[in-house]
């Protein structure tokens, strides 16, 4: 149900996108969406930084599976296919490349539930972007709580009934708006996988078990589907994935350790 409500507001945004161009007669470059109850700590990641590679860039952490479904930035030419997964149900396209993984297990008891994150990635590669045309960015904002909210997983040490909902999602964002406030670190690019401690995969095989096509008959959703900071393109994705990420002043690179 929440699933399908959120497609169709992406569905309504991509009719205010066109409305818009109609208005303006010109196209736009770039396009964002984002959920409206996203709380930025610091100023949102450089667009223009994105724009030297071009392609769909989504915010690190939380993909349950799938990919991330809270905030993307994407090329004009890209929005069509992100805006209109509403349309692709209602045409019988979503059928295309949903059955086939239905009946690879997906959605059966302890395998990997068929949540909008998950869709998200089956439709990208089902357009050819995915892998290669999508990158991550370090988030500078966390999902709050609205004033009657019981799942505060982070209450507001200065207004009371306030917060936000994920402590890790805000833990993140927190920490890249302290660093680039405070401690003066700049953005730059990176590569999505990246060293994590605890490590990812103690076992050596998570990545070729948890692959989210190439993963034989073992579909579990023990492999990435809970969110948080533990991802499928932090811990394994290799090859063309960037990530807008950030650096310390040279002045102090040589102290940090190396999982920086």
Same mark, same amino acid.
């Given at each position: 149900g929440k699933h399908l409500r959120s497609l169709q507001m992406k569905s309504a945004c991509w009719r205010a996108i066109a409305q818009a161009e109609q208005q303006r007669a010109a196209r736009f470059e770039w396009v964002a969406y984002l959920r409206n109850d996203l709380d930025f700590l610091e100023a949102h990641?450089? %667009?223009? &930084? /994105?724009?030297?590679?071009?392609?769909?860039?989504?915010?690190?952490?939380?993909? *349950?599976?799938?990919?991330?479904?809270? =905030?993307? !930035? /994407? #090329?004009?030419? +890209?929005?069509?296919? *992100?805006?209109?997964? =509403?349309?692709? *149900?209602?045409?019988?396209? &979503?059928?295309?490349?949903?059955?086939? #993984?239905?009946?690879?297990?997906?959605?059966?008891?302890?395998?990997?539930?068929?949540?909008? #994150?998950? $869709? @998200? @990635? %089956? +439709? @990208?590669? =089902?357009?050819?972007?995915?892998?290669?045309? !999508?990158?991550?960015? @370090?988030?500078?904002? &966390?999902?709050? $709580?609205?004033?009657?909210?019981?799942? $505060? /997983? /982070?209450?507001s040490p200065f207004v009371p009934g306030r917060g936000w909902r994920g402590r890790p999602e805000w833990a993140q964002a927190h920490g890249v708006a302290f660093r680039l406030q405070r401690e003066r670190w700049g953005w730059r690019l990176g590569r999505t996988q990246r060293r994590m401690l605890p490590p990812c995969d103690e076992g050596g095989d998570l990545c070729t078990l948890c692959h989210p096509f190439d993963f034989g008959s073992d579909l579990r959703t023990q492999c990435f589907s809970t969110g948080g900071l533990f991802t499928y393109d932090r811990c394994c994705r290799r090859g063309s994935g960037l990530l807008l990420t950030i650096a310390p002043p040279a002045e102090v690179v040589a102290p940090l350790p190396s999982c920086w």
């Open positions: 990641p450089p %667009i223009a &930084a /994105m724009s030297q590679h071009g392609g769909i860039w989504v915010s690190d952490g939380d993909d *349950y599976g799938g990919l991330s479904d809270r =905030w993307a !930035v /994407m #090329e004009r030419r +890209h929005a069509e296919v *992100y805006f209109q997964r =509403w349309e692709a *149900y209602l045409d019988g396209t &979503a059928a295309s490349y949903l059955n086939p #993984e239905f009946r690879r297990g997906v959605g059966e008891p302890g395998k990997q539930p068929p949540n909008g #994150e998950w $869709c @998200l @990635l %089956i +439709h @990208l590669r =089902w357009h050819g972007l995915w892998p290669e045309h !999508v990158h991550r960015f @370090l988030p500078t904002a &966390a999902v709050r $709580c609205g004033d009657t909210s019981s799942n $505060c /997983m /982070m209450p």
